[in-house]
Nanobody, 124 residues
């Protein structure tokens, strides 16, 4: 059974940092693109970051550029989202996702496996 488990969420302060981790089990995703999405109350799930299977290609949402970094360790089957200079607008549930294949997508329909999500709350 495929599982993606996020960790590292919690309460952060504006201007601070949080590190989200995603651990995959049940199979290896070393040949799949991986991504992070988030969903704030009353809003649709939106793209945050994605990374190719090799880690050479990364995409970030415009609001995350200069603040967020996505990385992966295929040996450990983990993906990390480093969030710096947090803003109250970053408050949401953050989801890790594994893409259907190697394509580094930015839409939810391109991802086949999802974690349960981890809450991030940023106070001003």
């Amino acid at each position: 059974q495929v599982q993606l488990v996020e960790s590292g969420g919690g309460l952060g302060q504006a201007g601070g940092s949080l590190t989200l981790s995603c651990a995959a089990s049940g199979r290896t995703f070393s040949r799949n693109a991986m991504g992070w999405f988030r969903q704030a109350p009353g809003k649709e799930r939106e793209f945050v970051a994605a990374i190719s299977w090799s880690g050479e290609v990364t995409y970030l949402t415009d609001s995350g550029k200069g603040r967020f970094t996505i990385s992966r360790d295929n040996d450990k089957n983990t993906v990390v989202l480093q969030m710096n200079r947090l803003k109250p607008g970053d408050t949401a549930v953050y989801y890790c996702a594994a893409a259907m294949g190697v394509v580094v997508g930015r839409t939810t329909s391109e991802y086949a496996h999802w974690g349960q999500g981890t809450q991030v709350t940023v106070s001003s």
